[in-house]
C-alpha cells in the first residue's frame, strides 16, 4: 500500500528571524546567481594555465626538482599525450614579419586595413590570423575615446553624396612650422567618392585663395552641386557668395557649433593630423606642400578605405565614373602655387 510521504524539512531554508528589530544576518558564500560563486568577485580561483605554458613549467620541475616526467604532469595536471604534443601548423614568421612591417611604416594601422594589404600582395590567410599574429605581437591600438552625450532626438539627417561630384566637402586644418609659424590648410573632399580633391597649404589662406583653389578643381574635374562648409568669413564671404551664384552652386553651411553637420570632412582631417602633420617635421612652406600632397596621393591611390569596402577612393571613383555619372579626369597640380 502507498504511504504517504513526509518530508523531514521544508524546501526553502528557514529564514533568519529578527532578533531586536536588527538586520537579519548575512547569507553564507556561494549563494550567488551562478554556480560556484563563493565570494563577490564571482571565481574562487585563478583560470587555468595554458598547455603551452603547462609544458613549459613541466621541463622546470624536471630540472629543479628532479622529478620524472609523469609526476610532474601528474602535479600540473597536464597529460602526457598533450605534452608530447607538436603543432603541425605551418610556419608564420614570413606574415608576422610582414605585418611588422607594414605597422611599422604605417603605425595607426589595425589589424583589418592590414589584412587588406597583405591581400593585395597577394597573401591568402584570412583575416583571423593576421588578428592572432597581429596581437601576440602586441600590436593592438588602444584608441579609447571618451563616451558622448546621445544625439539630440531633431538632428537634423546628414546629407551625403549620391554621385560623384554631387557634393564637395570643405574645412580648415591649423599646424605649424618647425620654427613656430602657423600654417593653414583646406581640405576639399568629394563626398560619395571620398577622394581628397586637394589640400591648399599656406600661411594666410582668405576667401580668395578658397575660390581659385575650387576654380582649378573644377577646371579638370567639373562643378559640384552643392559645397559643404562652415560659417567661417572665408566660405560665407561675398567672394564665395559671387563664386558659387555665378556656377549655380548651393552652398550649404553648417549650423553654428554642429561640426556632425558635415561628418565626412572631419574623420579625414583626423586622418591627415594623425598620419601626416603628426608624423612629419616641417621646414618650410614647400617642404610642407610636397610631404603633404604626396600625402595625399597616398590617400587616394594606395590606403584602404573602411566605408568604401576597403577599396582606394581613386578606384572607387573609376568604378563610378564607368556607369556614367563622371568621367576619368587629370588631377589638378597644388604643387606649385603662384600666391607664394
Given at each position: 500500500m502507498a504511504q504517504e510521504i513526509r518530508w523531514t524539512r521544508p524546501f526553502r531554508t528557514q529564514t533568519p528571524e529578527v532578533v531586536g528589530g536588527r538586520e537579519p544576518a548575512p547569507e553564507a558564500s556561494g549563494g550567488g546567481p551562478e554556480p560556484g560563486q563563493g565570494h563577490a568577485s564571482g571565481r574562487a580561483c585563478k583560470k587555468d594555465l595554458r598547455p603551452p605554458r603547462k609544458r613549459q613549467l613541466v621541463d622546470d620541475l624536471q630540472k629543479r626538482f628532479g622529478v620524472s616526467q609523469r609526476q610532474a604532469c601528474a602535479v600540473l595536471g597536464l597529460s602526457r599525450a598533450s605534452y608530447h604534443y607538436?603543432?603541425?601548423?605551418?610556419?608564420?614568421?614570413?606574415?608576422?614579419?610582414?605585418?611588422?612591417?607594414?605597422?611599422?611604416?604605417?603605425?595607426?594601422?589595425?589589424?583589418?586595413r592590414v589584412h587588406v594589404l597583405l591581400q593585395r600582395e597577394g597573401w591568402q590567410?584570412?583575416?583571423?590570423?593576421?588578428?592572432?599574429?597581429?596581437?601576440?605581437?602586441?600590436?593592438?591600438?588602444?584608441?579609447?575615446?571618451?563616451?558622448?552625450?546621445?544625439?539630440?532626438?531633431?538632428?537634423?539627417?546628414?546629407?551625403?553624396?549620391?554621385?560623384?561630384n554631387h557634393i564637395w566637402g570643405m574645412d580648415f586644418v591649423s599646424d605649424a612650422l618647425f620654427d613656430g609659424r602657423r600654417l593653414r590648410l583646406l581640405t576639399i573632399i568629394d563626398l560619395f567618392t571620398r577622394e581628397c580633391l586637394g589640400i591648399i597649404v599656406g600661411q594666410s589662406l582668405k576667401g580668395e585663395d578658397v575660390k581659385e583653389a575650387l576654380t582649378r578643381i573644377a577646371r579638370f574635374r567639373g562643378n559640384p552641386k552643392i559645397l559643404k562648409a562652415d560659417n567661417g568669413s572665408e566660405f560665407a564671404g561675398k567672394v564665395m557668395d559671387r563664386w558659387a551664384y555665378e556656377r549655380q552652386i548651393e552652398i550649404d553651411f553648417s549650423r553654428p557649433g554642429k561640426?556632425?553637420?558635415?561628418?565626412?570632412?572631419?574623420p579625414f582631417n583626423g586622418r591627415l593630423r594623425q598620419e601626416c602633420l603628426n608624423e612629419n617635421w616641417f621646414l618650410s612652406l614647400a617642404d610642407a606642400e610636397q610631404k603633404i600632397e604626396a600625402w595625399r596621393t597616398f590617400y587616394n591611390q594606395v590606403r584602404p578605405h573602411s566605408a568604401l569596402g576597403w577599396s582606394t577612393p581613386s578606384d572607387y571613383a573609376r568604378k563610378h565614373a564607368v556607369s556614367g555619372h563622371l568621367e576619368p579626369q587629370l588631377e589638378p597640380d597644388f604643387s606649385g602655387n603662384e600666391r607664394y
Open positions: 607538436r603543432s603541425v601548423a605551418r610556419d608564420a614568421s614570413a606574415l608576422s614579419m610582414r605585418i611588422r612591417e607594414i605597422t611599422q611604416v604605417r603605425v595607426h594601422y589595425g589589424y583589418r590567410d584570412n583575416h583571423k590570423r593576421v588578428y592572432r599574429l597581429y596581437r601576440e605581437q602586441g600590436l593592438s591600438l588602444r584608441l579609447k575615446r571618451p563616451k558622448r552625450n546621445k544625439a539630440a532626438k531633431n538632428r537634423q539627417p546628414v546629407s551625403q553624396g549620391e554621385f560623384p561640426p556632425t553637420d558635415n561628418a565626412t570632412v572631419e
